[in-house]
């Protein structure tokens, strides 16, 4: 099975700043979707951003960002000018893209607790 | 608000005990998804749905089984509880494309005393 591995257990920001959280993960397939999701206290799981592994260019939405190294199998989320409201547990989640596979089956990281500081 | 409605948000009970947990998916999603999250696994997909089949199992326990309804609601059933089945349990949806986008639900936080 594929595995993700997030090594920083909790990162803190302080407002305006930029913070990057590491996401690293193993597969022997070619084919793939990358994710970030955000968990927020109230436990809701949001889709951040996503990568797919054929694109090299690396995605963005507004103030996050992504470092996606292929060959490295990184995928860091990078967050711009971070606001209080981005405080949250960050996980990494890796899906495959190979046919047949179970399209909506995440394999996640452990999580990252993000603290902003005002 | 993602769309996907799951109850009761909150369940207590005892070991032992069988308790049901109740998805309602986004309009027009047809792809229903269990996955646990607790402090010891993290979260692990637990088993698909689609149009009412079961597509895909993960790392489901045996004690744990679950359908999806014509009306796509989805039920997760949990019997003979264990105190390490205490975790906060999502239900998400999708339309089921290759353009994977799956909405989550805001979860039942299961705790077994």
């Known amino acids: 099975a594929q595995t993700v591995t997030q090594s920083q257990p909790e990162m803190s920001v302080q407002e305006a700043e930029t913070v990057t959280l590491s996401c690293t993960y193993d597969?022997?397939?070619?084919?793939?979707?990358l994710f970030w999701y955000k968990q927020p206290p109230s436990r809701q799981m949001i889709l951040v951003i996503r990568q797919e592994a054929y694109k090299q260019q690396n995605a963005t939405e507004n103030r996050f960002s992504v470092n996606f190294q292929k060959a490295a199998k990184s995928f860091s989320l990078k967050i711009s000018d971070s606001q209080l409201g981005d405080a949250a547990m960050y996980f990494c989640?890796?899906?495959?893209?190979?046919?047949?596979?179970?399209?909506?089956?995440?394999?996640f990281g452990r999580g990252t607790q993000l603290t902003v500081w005002p | 608000d993602s769309g996907v409605t799951q109850t009761p948000k909150h369940l207590i009970t005892a070991t032992g005990q069988r308790v049901t947990l109740r998805c309602s998916p986004r309009?027009?999603?047809?792809?229903v998804y269990w996955y646990q999250q607790s402090l010891d696994q993290g979260l692990q997909f637990l088993i698909q749905y689609y149009n009412g089949e079961e597509r895909a199992k993960g790392n489901i326990l045996e004690r744990f089984s679950a359908q999806q309804f014509p009306d796509l609601h989805s039920e997760l059933n949990l019997s003979s509880l264990e105190l390490g089945d205490s975790a906060l349990y999502f239900c998400?949806?999708?339309?089921?494309?290759?353009?994977?986008?799956?909405?989550f639900g805001s979860g039942t936080q299961l705790s077994v005393l």
């Open positions: 998400a949806s999708s339309v089921a494309t290759a353009d994977e986008k799956l909405f």
């Open positions: 309009s027009g999603d047809l792809s």
């Open positions: 989640a890796y899906r495959s893209g190979l046919r047949g596979s179970t399209l909506g089956r995440l394999y």
């Open positions: 597969t022997s397939e070619s084919d793939y979707y």
